[in-house]
């Protein structure tokens, strides 16, 4: 058995609170004086800037990806008839081996085939209701029926402290496995607190640590803050969102999106303000850099929860209405037009 505990995870509050470190976020953010201005931007009487525009981001190199082959095994699919022979052995086998029987499933190893699933005794299991070369016995696993009140037990225990992305009941691996949205330090002390003890059927898959830095120092004196969610994202919708993600008095707000006026914008957990080699500020997330000013697309939509430590140092710095969460935007540019 096992048992975890959190830590906090910081929002980088900038211009605004004492951060010790530029790079971490804590200290005196350098003043007005020091900070560097970005291309486009203007700088108001409060030492704030403001950026409504910028030209798109240079275009990514691309790299070419050789196209499967027709002929590779590992892609292929059993044939149709192997397909509904499986599907009747299966029935027999929920039938005559109950409790030791978990299910089936393709392999590549490497000519695709169908494998059944034992907890014990697999080949001679199998061997005794068939000796189809198209199927293979696989030993381990633990049934569904077995696994599923873990599930139903931990999800809504890890939901109510927003920390899980998503889960699933994994019958072939003996688990129940989630997707955490906190790293593995700050899960433990939670679970702490908590006084949690894992079942050991319980897998918690973790990110990794924070981005500590969330923007260049010789920017931190321009902005507000820098609003970053303080959870990773779980399942993301992928409709294709749009608009310019720009600052408005050190404010990063959401323009020609759709819906009219100018939400607050609130980015990824790991998201990081810089400059790129032309002086533009930019925004870098999930592997993207994009300009702030320009037209960008991400995946969505996505909610914004009220209870997120991001959201709350967004609200106290640059006040109320809508906010529009944006994960991982690219631009606008170098996406075809429909």
């Not at 955490?180 to 050991?200: C, K, Q, S």
Request: glycine letters at 10%.
């Amino acid at each position: 058995m096992r048992t975890f505990g959190l830590t906090m995870i910081a929002i980088a509050l900038v211009g605004c609170t004492a951060p010790s470190s530029p790079d971490q976020g804590v200290g005196p953010a350098p003043g007005p004086a020091s900070a560097r201005v970005p291309a486009g931007a203007t700088i108001g009487a409060d030492g704030y800037a403001t950026l409504l525009s910028a030209p798109p981001s240079p275009a990514p190199p691309r790299s070419r990806q050789p196209m499967p082959s027709e002929d590779d095994e590992s892609l292929r699919n059993p044939e149709e008839a192997a397909m509904r022979d499986a599907q009747a052995l299966d029935r027999r086998l929920k039938a005559a081996e109950p409790g030791n029987y978990i299910g089936y499933r393709v392999v590549r190893d490497p000519s695709p085939r169908f494998a059944f699933q034992f907890r014990r005794d697999a080949a001679a299991t199998l061997a005794r209701h068939t000796r189809d070369p198209r199927f293979a016995s696989r030993e381990g696993g633990v049934p569904t029926a077995e696994l599923q009140p873990i599930f139903d037990e931990w999800f809504p225990r890890l939901a109510a402290k927003r920390l899980v992305g998503g889960g699933s009941v994994m019958e072939f691996d003996g688990v129940v496995a989630f997707d955490m949205t906190v790293d593995e330090a700050a899960f433990r002390e939670i679970a702490a607190a908590e006084g949690w003890t894992l079942p050991e059927r319980l897998r918690l898959d973790f990110g990794p640590p924070p981005n500590p830095r969330a923007i260049d120092p010789a920017l931190a004196a321009l902005v507000r803050l820098v609003p970053r969610s303080d959870r990773l994202p779980g399942a993301v919708n992928q409709a294709a969102l749009s608009g310019r993600i720009i600052l408005r008095d050190g404010c990063f707000r959401l323009a020609d999106h759709g819906d009219g006026g100018e939400p607050l914008v609130l980015f990824d957990r790991d998201a990081e303000i810089g400059l790129d080699a032309d002086n533009r500020m930019t925004v870098t997330d999930g592997g993207q850099t994009v300009r702030i000013g320009e037209k960008v697309v991400w995946a969505g939509p996505r909610g914004a929860n009220e209870a997120d430590a991001g959201v709350k140092a967004l609200r106290a710095q640059c006040g109320a209405g809508p906010i529009i969460p944006i994960g991982a935007p690219s631009s606008a540019a170098h996406f075809p037009p429909r």
